[in-house]
């Protein structure tokens, strides 16, 4: 059974970097049989992507965040992880993980981490 | 880029049918097939309902049907149940190998 589970800090400091890692069981992200991608949901407001990382190291990222964004894999702990830069109060919201059901970024996110919420506070 | 464009809610009740639209551009929804819904209850994790415009999940109720027109996507409920009430979230491929979701929408059953 697929199952995603985050792990990171729930408060940052402004200006300093968000770190969130998503381990993978029940699948090996190393099977190169799916994308893998970080959402986000500010509070009161919709589902943001923000990229996609596939076992090889590529990566895909929303326009906006790319210069503050860096997705990475380590496939021989089977997760993978966000890092985003110079955080600000607009950056707080609940952050989530989740699967491309298949290996490219046309597909949609069939199995999602149970959501971290991060702050971004002094 | 710009959000696709959800009503911001929208109701009925129970038994009737209700559909939601998602308009995007030429860029994205109305470039490629590859439009996915996703049902948000609070506190839960989003769940796929509807991916590549029509095709369903395995053991994702045929109440939810999805379709496409041009530029706008639609999400259209069927005997609507208590239990669907919630947020309603359109998510596309784009032009620039990147995905975009919808604004979204919420749906109360009345």
């Known amino acids: 059974q697929l199952q995603l589970q985050q792990s990171g800090p729930g408060l940052v400091k402004p200006s300093e970097t968000l770190s969130l890692t998503c381990t993978v069981s029940g699948d090996s992200i190393s099977s190169g049989s799916y994308y893998w991608g970080w959402i986000r949901q500010p509070p009161g407001k919709g589902l943001e992507w923000i990229g996609t990382i596939y076992y090889s190291g590529t990566t895909y990222y929303d326009p906006s965040l790319e210069s503050r964004v860096t997705i990475s894999v380590d496939t021989s702990k089977n997760q993978f992880s966000l890092n985003l830069s110079s955080v600000i109060a607009a950056d707080t919201a609940v952050y989530y993980c989740a699967r491309q059901m298949c290996s490219s970024n046309t597909c949609p996110f069939d199995f999602w981490g149970q959501g971290t919420l991060v702050t971004v506070s002094s | ?110």
Do not use: M
């Open chain 2, 1 to 110: 880029q710009s959000a696709l464009t959800q009503p911001a809610s929208v109701s009925g009740s129970p038994g009737q049918s209700i559909t939601i639209s998602c308009t995007g551009t030429t860029s994205d929804i109305g470039g490629y097939d590859y439009v996915s819904w996703y049902q948000h209850h609070p506190g839960k994790a989003p769940k796929l309902i509807i991916y590549n415009v029509s095709n369903r999940p395995s053991g994702v109720s045929n109440r939810f049907s999805g379709s496409k027109s041009a530029n706008t996507a639609s999400l259209t409920v069927s005997g609507l149940q208590a239990e669907d009430e919630g947020d309603y979230y359109c998510l596309s491929f784009t032009r620039s190998y990147t995905l975009i979701f919808g604004g979204g929408t919420k749906l109360t059953v009345l």
